[in-house]
Nanobody
């Protein structure tokens, strides 16, 4: 059974850092594009960062460019999001997502809460 499990969230002050992890299982992780999304209370889920299956292509939302870094370890079936210089507006539940064109949809994980507050 395909599964994504996010971890690493928490409470941090503005300017601080957090490293999120997403552990994948039950599918061929190395063949999937992986993304991080976030959803703030009362807002729609938005794309934060995406990394191709081999890690060669990476894109970020303008709001996090220069502050967040996405990375993956295909040997460990994991994707990470290093978040630096955090702002109050980064507060949200963060989710990872796996995509592979033509293949079954991998269910969303439970997400991990990130709260940035003075």
């Amino acid at each position: 059974q395909a599964q994504l499990v996010e971890s690493g969230g928490g409470l941090v002050q503005p300017g601080g850092s957090l490293r999120l992890s997403c552990a994948a299982s039950g599918f061929t992780f190395s063949a999937y594009t992986m993304s991080w999304y976030r959803q703030a209370r009362g807002k729609e889920r938005e794309l934060v960062a995406v990394i191709s299956s081999g890690g060669l292509t990476i894109n970020y939302a303008d709001s996090v460019k220069g502050r967040f870094v996405i990375a993956r370890d295909n040997a460990k079936n994991a994707v990470f999001l290093q978040m630096n210089s955090l702002k109050v507006e980064d507060t949200a539940v963060y989710y990872c997502k796996a995509d592979r064109r033509g293949y079954e949809t991998i269910p969303w994980g439970q997400g991990t809460q990130v709260t940035v507050s003075p």
